[in-house]
């Protein structure tokens, strides 16, 4: 059963911006501490950015300054607002929904491509 729906992605120039939003079919989404992971083929899943139940925010060093987390709670949906970005934020975008005695939701992904 999918809980977590990724959506937003697409081609861009580097400079350029996106918006990616997760959308959460979850029982009480505020309890979830939500993050967006990338990956590149070959490569590990890395943090992009986290965003805890009381809207704190931790960004990995590669996009600080550069992407803005947040969520709205009344619309069960997180959003990953996008800018400046650089060719190696190519990667495939995935939400991941977690919490204490919650079970760990992922998304199916969302390619970013971006062009030099």
């Known amino acids: 059963q999918v809980r977590l729906v990724e959506s937003g992605g697409g081609s861009v120039q580097a400079g350029g911006s996106l918006r990616l939003s997760c959308a959460a079919f979850v029982s009480v989404f505020s309890d979830y501490t939500m993050s967006w992971y990338r990956q590149v083929p070959g490569n590990q899943r890395e943090l992009v950015a986290l965003i805890s139940r009381g809207g704190s925010t931790q960004y990995a060093d590669s996009v600080q300054g550069r992407f803005i987390i947040s969520r709205d709670n009344a619309k069960n949906t997180m959003y990953l607002q996008m800018n400046n970005l650089r060719p190696e934020d190519t990667a495939t975008y995935y939400c991941?929904?977690?919490?204490?005695?919650?079970?760990?939701?992922w998304g199916q992904g969302t390619q970013v491509t971006v062009s030099s």
């Open positions: 991941k929904g977690t919490g204490p005695r919650l079970p760990v939701y």
